[in-house]
Every structure is written in C-alpha cells, then in structure tokens.
Nanobody, 125 residues
Framework: QVQLVESGGGLVQAGGSLRLSCAAS????????MAWFRQAPGKEREFVAG????????DYANSVKGRFTISRDNTKNTVYLQMNSLKPEDSAVYYC??????????????????WGQGTQVTVSS
C-alpha cells in the first residue's frame, strides 16, 4: 500500500523559512516524479514545485521561483521543499504527490496518482 506522509509545517513570520518533508512508501521511488501542491481557503489547489525521478529536473510556479527549492533523496524515499522568504500569500495546506508522466504534464493534478494528507503552513504578517 502506497503512503505519502508530509511533515514540517507550522507557523512562521513573513520573511522566515520552513522546510517540508514527504516520506513515501513507493517501492520504485526513483522512477516517480514528485511534486508539491498547495490549497488556500476559497482557492483551488495549485502546483508549487515538481522534481523528476531520472535526472531530478525541477520546475516551479512563478509565484515561488527564487524562494522555494524542491529536492529529493532517493536513498531515503523522501522529497523536500525548502521555503525561504515566506509571504502571507504562501499560507495554505501543502500536499505531496507522486506520479509517472511525461515531463510536459508535470503541473497537472491528474498526472499524480498518490497524495499525502497535507501539512498546514501559516505565514503571519
């Protein structure tokens, strides 16, 4: 049974940093693309960052580019999201996702088959 478990969320002041972790039970973790999505109250779920399995290519939403960094450790079956210079607009529930798709489809929710339960990130002004 596949499980993704996020951790590292919390409350932080604007300008601060936070690192999220996602531990996956996938047997072939390195063959999956991993991504972080987020959803704020009253808004649709949106793509934040993605990382491919084979060569660890990365992609970021324009709103977080230059501030967030996604990475993975295939020996630990874990993906990370380092968030710096946090803004109140970053407040949301952050979800980890895993899937196998062509890289051109990396930003689509439907490209991901497995999802974590989410972790709350709140940034105060």
């Amino acid at each position: 049974q596949v499980q993704l478990v996020e951790s590292g969320g919390g409350l932080v002041q604007a300008g601060g940093s936070l690192r999220l972790s996602c531990a996956a039970s996938l047997r072939t973790f390195s063959r999956y693309s991993m991504a972080w999505f987020r959803q704020a109250p009253g808004k649709e779920r949106e793509f934040v960052a993605g990382i491919a399995g084979t060569y660890s290519s990365t992609d970021y939403a324009n709103s977080v580019k230059g501030r967030f960094t996604i990475s993975r450790d295939n020996t630990k079956n874990t993906v990370y999201l380092q968030m710096n210079s946090l803004k109140p607009e970053d407040s949301a529930v952050y979800y980890c996702a895993a899937g196998q798709m062509g890289w051109g489809y990396r930003r689509l929710e439907n490209s991901y088959d497995f999802w974590g339960q989410g972790t709350q990130v709140t940034v105060s002004s």
